[in-house]
């Protein structure tokens, strides 16, 4: 298991939607977020899922670390991205799991030998721990909201679990 978690916006925002954000600290103990991630997130214009994450934020679920190293840099990310991958890469001596979606962040994090899931991951860790009843359901929420999955992952995620029917 991870000594550290660190997530990036995507899988914050997305959990928020599905009211998911109670089972990182059930599966990862404690979570942290870059300062970078925390001013994406909490842009203070109201957006969906903001006041979950604020509250997650303020109840400690959700960590807030500053950081003032600025390499590596990652050009092709954007800042959230890069900050993650910073972030678990100063620590070295520890076990790092980052939270991330977007396909090139999860490919350079790879690279750099930093492991990654994403929320479709975290969804079906929270339904083979028994936090939520059907994995299913909470995709179809998702699927009702602008946040895209590929299906290839859903249905990847789902014969994990066991939730797949051919």
Same mark, same amino acid.
């Given at each position: 298991m991870a000594q550290i978690v660190i997530a990036d916006a995507s899988p914050l925002?997305?959990? =928020?939607?599905?009211e998911g954000l109670g089972w990182?600290?059930?599966?990862?103990g404690q979570v942290w977020i870059t300062s970078v991630v925390r001013d994406e997130i909490l842009p203070g214009t109201?957006?969906?899922?903001?006041?979950?994450?604020? =509250?997650?934020? +303020?109840? !400690?679920t959700l960590r807030v670390f500053e950081q003032s190293r600025e390499t590596p840099v990652f050009?092709?990310?954007?800042?959230g991205e890069a900050s993650?991958?910073?972030?678990?890469? =100063?620590?070295p001596d520890d076990k790092c799991l980052l939270l991330m979606? +977007?396909?090139?962040?999860?490919?350079i994090a790879g690279e750099q !030998?930093?492991?990654?899931?994403?929320?479709?991951?975290?969804? !079906?860790? =929270?339904?083979?721990?028994g936090l939520i009843p059907s994995a299913s +359901?909470?995709?179809?929420?998702?699927?009702?909201?602008?946040?895209?999955i590929a299906h290839d992952v859903i249905r990847g995620v789902l014969k994990g679990v066991g939730e797949w029917q051919d």
């Open positions: 925002i997305i959990l =928020a939607h599905v990182l600290q059930s599966l990862f109201g957006k969906p899922g903001e006041q979950l994450i604020r =509250a997650a934020i +303020e109840s !400690g050009p092709t990310l954007d800042e993650c991958i910073r972030a678990a890469l =100063a620590h979606d +977007e396909r090139l962040g999860r490919a !030998g930093v492991p990654v899931v994403g929320a479709a991951g975290v969804i !079906g860790m =929270a339904k083979m721990r +359901e909470v995709f179809e929420r998702l699927l009702k909201t602008d946040f895209r």
